[in-house]
């Protein structure tokens, strides 16, 4: 459904994300992770066609045969939200906080033609399809009337407003409480007709998504499904990335991942991780290609678990 080929994000000479490449099929739910800074978010507003100004996108992204990075700006207005849309962290800002929500609402059908009164009506059965109770009564609110759980599943039911095949979502439940968090993402993954799902909480990726792709520095360095990559991870910095978010036993040190995420255009040649990796050695100044285990290695052959290091764990 989505296919995403050999993307690359640059701001000037400052490569951000660098050749990246998944699949999403219909109905698919896929995890993006990594630690702050790794390229998850230019990823997702490349294949939006919202990347801000003075970042380009390279490669390709088609969703249904037709390549959204090579869409002119007006005519990806019209695909926006119709073919692919996306949720974000804060829905305050995404909201205008002058309109009432049930307009707001109403308002993504008829950019796309939908006729008033049928927008208005469709919108309702959105609000109650993400639902918040009492549609007719909040349609009339204005955003600051709402909780941040509330407006969040408005913008939720705006984001499926147009029915898209994909719906990407990034950090959506950050800033929610975890009782509310929880029912967000349980909506989420029964509505969303195919998923890619943005964030830190390796928790919340393991209950929601079938996939994950692990990013860093840019690029997808391990991906698989989640249970094999959570039970057997073999990149290193997955492998960090999972001791540090589990709580150790008491009394021990918290496990990290050494040094921190340098900033765009700091990351080592070859493998981007080599400078934090206890595991490097010479080789890692060579650019490892993301494959899958050895034949002997995999439980089944169609085994999709990748990763892009040189000495991987067992
Ligand atoms: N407009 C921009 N101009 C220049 N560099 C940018 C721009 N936007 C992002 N970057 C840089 O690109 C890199 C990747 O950013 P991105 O926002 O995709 O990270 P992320 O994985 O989403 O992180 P987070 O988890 O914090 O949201 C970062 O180093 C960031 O500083
Ligand atoms: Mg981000």
């Not at 309702?124 to 399809?129: D, T, V």
């Not at 860093?216 to 960090?240: K, L």
């Amino acid at each position: 459904m989505l296919s995403v080929e050999r993307l690359s994000v640059r701001t000037g000479p400052v490569e951000l994300v660098r050749e990246v490449s998944f699949e999403i099929a219909a109905g698919e739910r896929v995890g993006l992770i990594g630690e702050s800074g790794s390229g998850k978010s230019l990823t997702a507003l490349s294949i939006m066609g919202l990347l801000p100004e003075g970042v380009t996108a390279a490669g390709r992204a088609r969703l249904g045969g037709r390549d959204l990075l090579g869409v002119p700006e007006r005519e990806l207005k019209g695909l926006r939200g119709r073919d692919v849309s996306m949720v974000f962290q804060e829905p305050m800002t995404a909201l205008n906080p002058l309109m009432r929500v049930g307009a707001q609402v109403a308002e993504v059908m008829t950019l796309h033609g939908t006729p008033r009164a049928r927008a208005r009506e469709r919108g309702l059965g959105l609000l109650e399809r993400v639902r918040l109770p009492r549609p007719a009564q909040l349609a009339r609110a204005y955003p600051h009337q709402l909780s941040g759980g509330q407006r969040q599943r408005v913008m939720l039911a705006i984001a499926l407003a147009n029915e898209p095949g994909l719906l990407i979502c990034d950090e959506p439940t950050t800033a929610l409480d975890v009782t509310v968090q929880r029912q967000m993402l349980d909506l989420i993954a029964e509505v969303a007709p195919a998923l890619l799902f943005i964030t830190h909480d390796l928790a919340v990726v393991a209950s929601v998504c079938e996939r994950v792709l692990v990013m860093y520095g840019g690029r997808i360095v391990e991906s698989g499904p989640i249970r094999q990559v959570f039970t057997r991870p073999r990149h290193r910095y997955t492998q960090g990335l999972l001791a540090a978010s589990r709580l150790p036993p008491r009394g021990t040190r918290l496990p990290t991942i050494t040094g921190s995420v340098p900033p765009a255009g700091g990351f080592p040649d070859g493998c981007v991780f080599r400078n934090r990796c206890p595991h490097a050695t010479e080789i890692c100044a060579t650019e490892p290609a993301l494959t899958g285990p050895t034949p002997a290695e995999q439980p089944r052959t169609g085994d999709a678990h990748a990763f892009a290091c040189w000495h991987p764990a067992d």
